[in-house]
């Protein structure tokens, strides 16, 4: 089974509409990501979490909320989805990072939304 | 200057060939380099840190040059399953919760060519 999983895997939905996307890992790490990707931009990170009780914005935070309800489980809804919300929404996961170490990220499959 | 950045390619060399990318970051204070690897409508996946000293994986060599600020990824002998988009990432120095700055490259993309 794979370690880090998201569902839906594909979405289209019409603007105005609330979308939640889920995602659950079996790694064990305290810290979880989402990123999205759009072509020609690459990866942004949107929110992040070090642990249960901890949600940072990230890069592109506005028009998301997320939701951290347990280690392995971390969400993110578009409250009030638009067309440039149209992307492929990746959740990553990553073991302890500090000064001189490493903090690899491990990547869902992904979900591809489509807002119309 | 963009806080990192990759020739987007696409790089096509033939079979056999080597193929060398690079990635430039602004912030000199940055800690931690690496290499992942996308397939197309995939999640990106490590492919290889980058230490100061630099390191090899196979046909994979990932070197650092702090004095320009730039990363290096090379490849020997390319296969075809070598296609895909790599993309740099780079951290700079912890600066606690709240300020995360992991930053990815938009990637270069590598076709092989039979």
């Known amino acids: 089974d794979a370690d880090v999983t998201q569902t839906p895997r594909n979405r289209i939905t019409k603007t105005g509409k609330r979308i939640m996307l889920e995602c659950s890992q079996t790694?064990?790490?305290?810290?979880m990501y989402w990123y999205r990707q759009d072509p020609g931009l690459g990866l942004r990170l949107i929110y992040y979490?070090?642990?249960?009780?901890?949600?940072n914005k990230g890069e592109i935070s506005d028009g998301y909320s997320v939701s951290r309800q347990a280690q392995a489980k971390f969400s993110l809804s578009l409250e009030s989805a638009i067309p440039n919300q149209t992307a492929l929404y990746f959740c990553a996961t990553s073991d302890y990072w500090s000064a001189g170490s490493t903090d690899t990220q491990y990547f869902g499959p992904g979900t591809r939304l489509t807002v119309l | 200057r963009k806080e990192v950045e990759q020739d987007p390619g696409p790089f096509n060399v033939p079979e056999g060939a080597t193929v060398a990318f690079n990635c430039t970051y602004s912030n000199s204070a940055s800690q931690s380099f690496f290499w992942y690897r996308q397939d197309c409508r995939k999640e990106p996946k490590l492919l290889m840190s980058v230490y100061s000293s630099g390191n090899e994986d196979g046909r994979f060599t990932a070197q650092l040059n702090r004095a320009s600020q730039y990363i290096s990824l090379l490849i020997r002998d390319s296969k075809l399953s070598d296609s895909a988009t790599y993309l740099c990432?780079?951290?700079?120095?912890?600066?606690?919760?709240?300020?995360?700055?992991?930053?990815f490259g938009k990637g270069t993309k590598l076709s092989v060519i039979p």
């Open positions: 979490s070090f642990d249960v009780k901890d949600i």
């Open positions: 990432v780079v951290i700079p120095s912890y600066s606690g919760a709240g300020s995360y700055q992991l930053t």
């Open positions: 790694k064990g790490h305290d810290r």
